[in-house]
Structure formats: C-alpha cells, structure tokens
C-alpha cells in the first residue's frame, strides 16, 4: 500500500507545525492554517501568542537542545481572538546524519475539556462553601466510625481530629454509642435521625439533633456517611425551664394542698374563739393561719427560685454555722447507712455574705448525692464521706469528698445537665443543676473531680462578697 503521509499530516485531528532551529514555522497542517492563518517566513510565538519574543518555557526550543520529547499544557489565541487550550507535545525531527533539523509540534485542542473541569471544580468549591459555612456540625465517617472531613463549625468546637473516632470525640467515650445511627445507615443505606448530648473542647454541653445519609460511590456501593449535628441546646434549654417549673409547681402543690387544709383550721378556731369570745382559742388559731401562710410564703419564694433566675438574698452569716447545721442535719442519714461521716471547719473561716437558705440547700444536694455515692457501691466494705470548710481572704471553700461508686469522664461532663442523673430511676436529675445555679448566683463556682469506681470530689468557692454586695461588717453572733 502507497502511504501518503503528507494527506496524513494535513488531515490530523490536532494542529500540526515543523519548527525550524529557529523556531520558524516551516509547515503547518490544514487545521492550523485554518485557525491561526498562513505561517509563512513567521515564528510560533508570533502566530500562537500574539508575542515578539520566545516563550519562557518552550517545549519546542527544549527538545532542540536535549533531543527529547517534551509537552506542557499552553493557552492560545486564534485568529478570531479567542483564547484555545492546547496540549502540546514537541518531537526532534532528525536529518540523515542523525542531527536535529527541525521539530514537530503537536497541539490538541482541549478547550472543552478544561470548560468542564472549570466548572466542575467552581461546583466543588461551592459545595465545599456549603459544607464549611452551614451553620450545623458536619462531618465525613467511613465504617470503622472514624472522622475523615469535618466543616468548620466542628473544627472551632472539637479541633482538628481527623482520624479520630466520632465516639471519642463527641462523648470522650471508649466504646462506641449504642444505638450508632452513623452504623445503621451503613447496614441499610437510610437516612436516620436522634438526638445527642455531646462536649465540646472547652466543656459545654451541647444538645444536637443528628441526622446521618449514605455517600455513595460511581458503583452505588456506600463508601462513608454524612453526619449532619444542629445545635438546639436553647430550645432544649427552653423546654428544660419549663418542664423544671412544671416538676416544681406539681411538688408545691401537694405541699400547699396540705397547708391550705391547716389554714382552714386556724380560721375555723379564729372564727369559733371570736364567736364564743373566747380569747385563748382565737391566739391559738391565729398562730396557725400565721405559721401556714409563712410556711406558704416560702413555698412561693421556692418557685420563683426555680422558674427564674433570680438575685440571692445576701446576708452576712458566720461560714461556721451554715456548716455545723449541715453537717448535724445529714449525720443521721449517714450513720442510718452505715457511712463514716467526719467534718473538718476551719474556726477562722469567718463570715461571708450569702444567702444562707439556699446555700445549705447547695449543701445538703452534695452530700445527698456523696450518700448515694456509697449507698450503690457494693464494691467496697467500708464508706467514708468527709465535709471540709476552709476560709481564705477573698473566698470560702467547701469540700464534699465520698469514696462512693465515682463517675466517668461522659458523666462527669453531664453531672450538672438538667435531669441527668446517673441513679437510673432514683434520681431526678435536679439536684446538681440547682447546686451549680445556687453557686453560680452567688458568683461563685463548683469544681468536680471524679474517678470510676474511686470516689468524688466536689469543691464550692464562694467568694466572701457576693455579686453587688455592698462592703458591711459581719453581724455579732
């Protein structure tokens, strides 16, 4: 077969040139001619690049001088003025002497090509937009629960860990969660959907509702799962204070109920004293209507206690006293379980300003839940519970200690949540929350150490002033 290869040359599908040692163009296929006009006695940077010198970086001038094949990725401008992306690939032409005489330089018109990989990586930026700025908690998990992406939001509340375990960093657990909504959408490729508690880096306590779906690959096989994490600690929050004030308006009415029926006596013996003008029945009933209408009073003040923050009702009180009523209010309960109770005051703790209703009831919380502590630990023959006052310039330290059952680390960051306890169906869940709020209101803070197995630490620092206290010499006792 007669081979023409010159009808080859000019019919390729690709620009086709011989470029002299000069880098002159000498020939130049049909579809050059066509695109970028006629060659003759013109070099290829004048005709490709519109340019009066060589290009920087020429293929072309490279296997000139090393005899290799070379190729880049160039950008050209035909004669209509638009711009073309070529990739390029130079050959060395050599003559019978086996010099090189000239090179062929191969463009293909990749244009399109580079259209769609544009905009394919524009789609990918604004999908890697969305993922970074949506205002949630995104991450990326393969099968073994590990976080290879997360967006930003997750970076700035729980850091950079990728690689680590969802379980480890959400709930600073060992072992995964039961049920894992992350696991059930890799069994059945749905969505699912629940609602969690987790930590951040610094501690706080974040309510999520978590939503998980399948990432598919070409195949339609599941290669990871997105975990999407909104934040909805206020709504909860919210519908925390308002449960908290139905739990307290339902206790204080069975108390009120009570009172309401002493009242009625009191009355009953005022208006039959008065009837029968007898003087000694009417002080005697009237004692009763005034002690129940305290007793309600108070009750009413609880509530409002609860239902709302509110300003503590700040005294200047000896530290001591609160203290010895404590401890002698709760030595029974403990002797009753067979628990080791020791108190240790410092006697020149001083006086601070609180008020004192509501710190023993801080009090008396703590050491509830150091009985409980060692009531439910079966592990140990002996318990011991050891109460702890110490003064200091600017603040009053208390201290609750109990070699009781002890708390893990996700217990540990949930113990002062409203209605997390730890007791199962014996706790409530108030009792922690209210002591941390009482602490707080005053101020001051409570510290919380804690060990597995091991016992519990809690600390109280109150400081000897409380909040927009005004300076005032301690009341002689």
Not at 96 to 109: N, P, R, Y
Not at 114 to 120: A, D, E, H, V, W
Request: proline share 3%.
């Amino acid at each position: 077969m007669d081979l023409n290869y010159k009808q080859f040359f000019e019919v390729m599908p690709a620009y086709l040139t011989i470029l002299d040692p000069d880098l002159r163009i000498i020939a130049a296929n049909q579809r050059f001619r066509k695109d970028f006009g006629e060659f003759e006695g013109r070099y290829c940077y004048q005709i490709n690049r519109h340019r009066s010198e060589r290009c920087e970086r020429c293929p072309a001038e490279r296997s000139f001088r090393d005899g290799l094949r070379h190729g880049l990725e160039e950008q050209f401008r035909n004669l209509s003025g638009q711009e073309v992306s070529l990739l390029v690939y130079t050959t060395p032409i050599r003559n019978e002497a086996g010099e090189i005489a000239a090179v062929m330089k191969m463009a293909t018109d990749i244009t399109e090509i580079k259209l769609l990989q544009n905009q394919l990586r524009q789609s990918q930026e604004r999908y890697r937009q969305l993922f970074e700025e949506v205002p949630c908690y995104m991450t990326i998990q393969n099968r073994d629960l590990q976080i290879i992406e997360a967006n930003r939001g997750f970076r700035e509340d729980f850091g950079n860990v990728l690689g680590s375990k969802c379980y480890e960093v959400y709930m600073h657990r060992s072992a995964e969660c039961v049920p894992c909504t992350v696991k059930q959408t890799f069994q059945d490729g749905q969505v699912h959907q629940s609602e969690e508690v987790v930590t951040s880096r610094d501690g706080q306590q974040v309510n999520v509702l978590v939503h998980t779906a399948p990432i598919r690959d070409s195949e339609g096989q599941i290669k990871s799962v997105i975990e999407m994490s909104t934040n909805i600690t206020q709504i909860r929050q919210l519908q925390s204070q308002l449960t908290s004030l139905g739990l307290v308006i339902s206790s204080l009415s069975h108390g009120i109920k009570g009172l309401l029926t002493s009242l009625d006596g009191g009355i009953y013996l005022v208006n039959s004293g008065l009837g029968k003008n007898n003087q000694e029945r009417v002080k005697q009933g009237w004692q009763m209507v005034e002690r129940n209408v305290a007793r309600i009073k108070t009750m009413v003040l609880d509530l409002l206690y609860y239902a709302k923050d509110r300003d503590p009702d700040l005294e200047w009180i000896p530290t001591l006293m609160v203290a010895e009523e404590v401890c002698e209010l709760m030595q029974g309960k403990a002797k009753e379980y067979g628990i080791d109770f020791q108190c240790a005051f410092d006697p020149g703790a001083g006086h601070f300003a609180v008020d004192a209703k509501a710190i023993r009831s801080l009090l008396v919380n703590l050491i509830e839940n150091a009985l409980d502590a060692c009531r439910v630990d079966k592990k140990k023959n002996k318990h011991q519970i050891k109460i702890r006052l110490q003064g200091y310039p600017e603040f009053v330290e208390f201290e609750v200690y109990d070699n009781g059952i002890g708390m893990d680390q996700e217990t540990r960051e949930r113990a002062f949540s409203l209605f997390f306890s730890s007791k199962a169906g014996d706790g409530t869940g108030l009792g922690l929350f209210i002591s941390n709020k009482i602490a707080q209101a005053h101020g001051g803070e409570i510290k919380l150490e804690s060990e597995l197995n091991k016992g519990t630490r809690v600390t109280i620092q109150l400081p000897r002033k409380g909040p927009g206290s005004k300076p005032a010499s301690p009341k002689p006792l």
